[in-house]
């Protein structure tokens, strides 16, 4: 298989990039897109020349390591799947394939295609956890909640944090990210504690980081994790709900 692959390459955040053009005449259709890098540069490391740098961990679809525009599309053509999960066989021979770092303000370039997305780690900081007195796990049956209610908030929790939202995004918001997780919290009984405290605190800081939403739904068409556009609603209704009520919980 024989494609043509443009790969962004940038020495550091203050530098200037550009696409750097890579034939690859033994592509196989069961590589995944980082197998695929892994390949050029395992050739680039043997004739001398620098690899390209990106970010990957698990390859398994669940760490939300690895990071990448393929085609202008964050992660690539497959539907709710990561670029480690992403094959060749979507593609023809002799395709070209645009490979760049995922794109956003805040988002900046450290090398090549590895970006820092400690924007959302600071999300996470201001409430994306619950306080409890750690210990012996309860039994399973001493919180009581329901089926249907614990399926529900398992598929917000299902958010594996990759930033994708935050790119396919055209004013780079990162409501889709937040919404699930205050959704989340919002529904399991020890995260109910501070709910209240945990939204104002939350969207304070995406506000402050990210652009605002205007429901373009291209989040949720990228979403590896298949997080549901209705979670960006839990935005404004959980700090409503924090407003009015007045209290941590």
Partial sequence: MKLHLEIWRQAGPNVEGHFESV???????????????????????????????FASDCREGICGTCGLNVNGRPHGPGQNTPTCQQRLHQFNDGDTLKIEPMRSAAYPVIKDMVVDRSALDRVLEQGGYVSINAGTAPDADTLHLNHETAEFALDHAA????????????????????????????????????????????????????GPCSLYGECADVCPAGIPLTAVAAVTKERARSFFRGKDD
């Fill in 23 to 53: 034939d690859v005449d033994d592509a196989v259709a069961e590589m995944s897109i980082l197998e695929l890098l892994d390949h050029v540069n395992s050739k680039y490391v043997e004739s001398g020349k620098e690899p390209f740098a």
């Fill in 159 to 210: 958010c594996i944090g990759c930033g994708a939202c935050v790119a396919a995004c055209p004013n780079g918001a990162a409501h889709l990210f937040t919404g699930a997780k205050l959704v989340h919290l919002s529904l399991v009984p020890l995260g109910k504690e501070e709910r209240g405290k945990r939204a104002r605190k939350m969207v304070d800081e995406v506000e402050g980081t990210f």
